[in-house]
Every structure is written in C-alpha cells, then in structure tokens.
C-alpha cells in the first residue's frame, strides 16, 4: 500500500483515527524502549554465565567479569548485593539480593500496563468508528430509498478501516507484552538460577572457614 492510499485510508477513517494513532504511537514508544533495555541491561555474557554455572569459580575473577557489564546492568546490580554481603550469613545475602531481585522485576515490567491497555482500548475504539460510520452512512438513506450513495460508501468505508486498524493495533501490542513479558521471566529465573549458584558457593566458603 503506498503513502497515497493509507492516506486517502486515514481520511476515510474520520476523526476516530486521531486517538487510534496516538495509541500506536504511545505502544511503539513503549516497545522501542523494551527493546533497548532488554538488549543492553538484561543480556548475559555467555563467559559470565559460564563461570557462574561452573561452580568453581574465585571471587575475583567474577568481580572483573561483572565490571565488564555496562553500568546500570541488572545482573550487574544483582551480583553487586550479594558480593557485598557475602561475608555476612547466607540469610541475611538471600534476603538483601531478593529485595535487589524485586525492584529489577518492577522496572523490567514498567510500562508494560501500556501495551496491556491498548491491547484492551484499540478494539473498543475501532468498534466505536465502526458504529459512527454506520450511523454516518444510514444517515444518507432518505425517506425515499438511497439519496446519496458515495456517502454511504464513505460511511462504510469509514466504519471497516476504523474496525481493522483498532484491531491491528491490538494484535501488534498483544504480541509486544507476551514478548515482553517472556523476556521479563526468562531474565528473573536465570537471576534465580544464579543467585542460587553463588549462593551455594557462599555455603561452601563459609562452611569451609568454620
């Protein structure tokens, strides 16, 4: 479809479209800010992650691995907390590392209440231009049969066109906050894993200095 034809669309698709766009555009804005995030502050290093996994790792070494991570890194502020509680009891660094974990959550799921909202108001909008173009192309239809069949046709048009982009922005967004929303779990349950791991090693350590 070329910039002419989703232009003569939008026309067609009356002032139901204004609220429409803003809504795609607030989901985009949303959507880009996601990607962003999640491709810089949330993605692992496969040797960070290795070294985590082998259990047999020195302190040291997974102090420079994390340094290596871009400031603000949510595995970077999570192994932070637990290196430096590490030499207090095993409670006390799973309790300050889960309260580390909940607030990473909160802000990995921050502004997903956009996309979850559009998904639900787009539809309902589009159904809203849909009854205005019906009742915008009734309202052609004389007492005496059909008096004014492009304006008919422009009602009808006006009700599809609102209808289906309602419903593209919403499958759109629908997709974006699953996506979203794995990524959110996948990245807290390797958080989980590897709290976990490090924590076992902390044991160990304690266990073996006793």
């Known amino acids: 479809m070329s910039l002419l034809e989703i232009g003569i669309a939008l026309k067609l698709a009356g002032s139901i479209m204004i ?11 949303v959507m880009l800010e ?3 995030l999640f491709s810089r502050y949330s993605r692992l290093p496969a040797e ?7 259990f047999d790792f020195s302190w040291q ?7 290596k991570l871009p400031s603000g890194h949510y595995f970077q502020r999570f192994f ?3 290196l430096l509680n590490r030499q207090r009891p095993v409670w006390w660094v799973e309790s300050r590392a889960a ?3 909940q607030l990473i959550e909160q802000e990995l799921g921050r502004r997903l209440w956009v996309l979850e909202t559009v998904v639900t108001a ?3 909008l589009g159904l809203l231009g849909t009854i205005l173009g019906m009742m915008h192309a009734f309202q052609m239809i004389g007492g005496h049969g059909l008096v004014n069949p492009s304006g008919v046709t422009g009602g009808v048009a006006q009700a599809l066109i609102a209808t289906a982009a309602g419903l593209m922005i919403a499958l759109v967004c629908l997709f974006g906050f699953n996506y979203f929303s794995r990524l959110q779990a996948q990245t807290l349950d390797t958080m989980e894993r590897l709290g976990s791991r490090i924590m076992d090693h902390i044991r160990m350590d304690q266990q073996g200095g006793a």
């Open 19 to 29: 609220p429409l766009l803003l809504l795609a555009i607030l989901a985009l804005a």
């Open 34 to 36: 996601k990607i962003w």
């Open 48 to 54: 960070l992650l290795g070294l985590v996994e082998t």
């Open 61 to 67: 070494e997974l102090e420079q691995q994390i340094m």
């Open 80 to 82: 932070a907390v637990v």
């Open 99 to 101: 309260d580390e974990a």
């Open 122 to 124: 787009a539809p309902l």
